[in-house]
């Protein structure tokens, strides 16, 4: 039921999206140009994706911890690497994405909720090693896989926290003091994905930009990103049906736009 939930709230993206020449506003046609519709062609994109293929093909089993809503695919508390690569991770077109954005845009200090294997970390790091990568995992297990592929890329630009969100999430920002971007991608449940920006955005300026994963995931994600959407804070929002893309910059209009992807 859940599957079929998702494919008609996709059908209703797919129908309602669209593309570069809605853009009025020379900011988002930028974004939309020369980020969203830009493709990758770099190496060390390849490389990640040769060590996704890698996780792909790994029948090693960990012991999952999971404080958040869980997979809808597999509950189990006992895993296979290769089961979690294939389900968890974002697919290589939203890696290539997020690297994109961080190359064009910048960012100093980026947060990530739920590192996972370490792939979507990767894209993030990799994309300029002059950023400061701070990626939050639950799951001691999955952390120690996530390190592990760090080291074998030589990726020395991040840190995981490990432990709950509710309790790691606020001490570790006041450390940081400054979020220059943050990708939501762990828990899927409406209120912790409420408050994990609510957190976020006590540390935000101007230039800071959101992500979120998977806002049509379930009627809790999308009751979430309707308020991320309508908080006073934000202005530019991209929905792209699997993430939603917030900006905060106060010289935006306040507009919600459906784009292609």
Not at 68 to 84: C, Q
Not at 149 to 164: A, C, E, M, R, V
Not at 187 to 204: G, M, R, S, V, W
Request: aromatic share 12%; proline share 2%.
């Amino acid at each position: 039921m859940k599957a079929l939930q998702l494919i008609l709230r996709y059908i209703t993206y797919f129908f309602t999206a669209k593309g570069k020449h809605a853009a009025q506003a020379p900011f988002l046609y930028e974004f939309i140009t020369q980020v969203i519709n830009e493709s990758t062609d770099d190496k060390k994109c390849d490389s990640i994706e040769a060590l996704r293929k890698e996780l792909c093909q790994s029948k090693k089993e960990i012991q999952i911890t999971d404080f958040g809503a869980g997979s809808t695919i597999n509950n189990s508390k006992i895993r296979k690497i290769k089961d979690i690569a294939k389900n968890s991770a974002k697919n290589a077109k939203f890696g290539r994405l997020l690297y994109r954005i961080i190359q064009f845009y910048k960012p100093k200090n980026i947060i990530e909720l739920g590192t996972s294997l370490g792939i979507s970390t990767s894209y993030l790091a990799k994309a300029d090693t002059n950023t400061n990568v701070f990626t939050f995992e639950g799951c001691p297990a999955t952390a120690i896989i996530a390190q592990e592929n760090f080291n074998k890329q030589n990726i020395k630009n991040t840190s995981i926290t490990l432990g709950d969100f509710n309790l790691t999430l606020a001490n570790k920002l006041k450390e940081i003091l400054t979020v220059d971007f943050a990708f939501i991608d762990g828990n899927h449940q409406e209120k912790p994905t409420i408050d994990y920006f609510k957190q976020c955005l006590k540390y935000a300026n101007n230039n800071t930009i959101f992500i979120f994963d998977d806002i049509h995931w379930s009627k809790g994600m999308e009751n979430a990103w309707d308020y991320i959407k309508a908080h006073p804070k934000t202005t530019l929002t991209i929905d792209l049906f699997f993430i939603g893309i917030v900006f905060i910059k106060s010289e935006l209009s306040k507009e919600n736009f459906t784009i292609r992807f």
